[in-house]
């Protein structure tokens, strides 16, 4: 069973700071989705990684694939209260179609 | 160009009852995901299909859960004689294609609560 560890589990910051989730695994994945989730809605792709060592950016989001295809990062710079919401790394198997959940970041911007 | 719909968004049942959960993937979407996610954990995978055929059900509890993906009509995802324990919410997604470079858009999910 492949595990996907997500780090810091709660992530409290000012409006304006930086802040970066990480999502680490023992196994390799073909392709890593970053979601968010606000409450009591689904998870919405933010973006999908599939090469080693991609970084792909999002407005002040940046996201990064590992070399080894086993971890990535979010980065946000210069958050917004907006941001504020429940961060979720998913792996996608090599010869599978299911993908595997982190636990989820939960992330505050305070004004 | 709608979404994954998901209905009921809640549902109450009592321990022992029946819970029915479906799922209506995106216009042009056949292959269909159910992700079970408890309060404050991240989504498992619990089952994969496409039209009339389970193509991986490896995150299925072995009793009281089944699933289907008729030829015409919603993906249902039945739980028989609910227990507390079965509360959580669930989603579903959905993709054009089984191959997980296709991203998998997700539904508002259906909140179960076993009373």
């Known amino acids: 069973t492949q595990l996907l560890e997500q780090s810091p589990q709660f992530l409290s910051i000012q409006e304006g700071e930086n802040l970066t989730v990480y999502c680490n695994s023992s196994s390799v994945f073909s392709s890593l989705q970053w979601y968010r989730q606000e409450p009591g809605e689904g998870p919405v792709l933010l973006v999908t990684v599939v090469t080693g060592g991609e970084v792909k950016k999002l407005k002040r989001l940046t996201f990064q694939f590992g070399d080894a295809r086993k971890d990535s990062s979010l980065h946000i710079t210069a958050a917004q209260p907006g941001d504020t919401g429940l961060y979720l790394c998913a792996g996608a198997e090599a010869a599978g179609n299911k993908l595997t959940f982190g636990g989820g970041t939960r992330v505050l911007v305070k004004p | 160009n709608a979404g994954v719909m998901q209905n009921p968004r809640h549902l109450v049942r009592r321990r022992g009852q029946e819970a029915r959960l479906r799922c209506s993937p995106m216009?042009?979407?056949?292959?269909v995901y159910w992700y079970r996610q408890l309060p404050e954990e991240g989504l498992k995978f619990m089952v994969y299909?496409?039209?009339?055929?389970?193509?991986?059900e490896s995150g299925m509890p072995k009793e009281r859960f089944s699933a289907e993906f008729p030829k015409e009509g919603p993906s249902i995802l039945r739980i028989q004689q609910v227990v507390r324990g079965d509360s959580a919410a669930y989603f579903c997604?959905?993709?054009?294609?089984?191959?997980?470079?296709?991203?998998?858009?997700f539904g508002p999910g259906t909140r179960l609560t076993v009373t």
């Open positions: 299909l496409q039209k009339e055929n389970i193509i991986d």
């Open positions: 997604a959905s993709s054009p294609l089984g191959d997980l470079r296709y991203e998998q858009y």
């Open positions: 216009k042009g979407h056949s292959h």
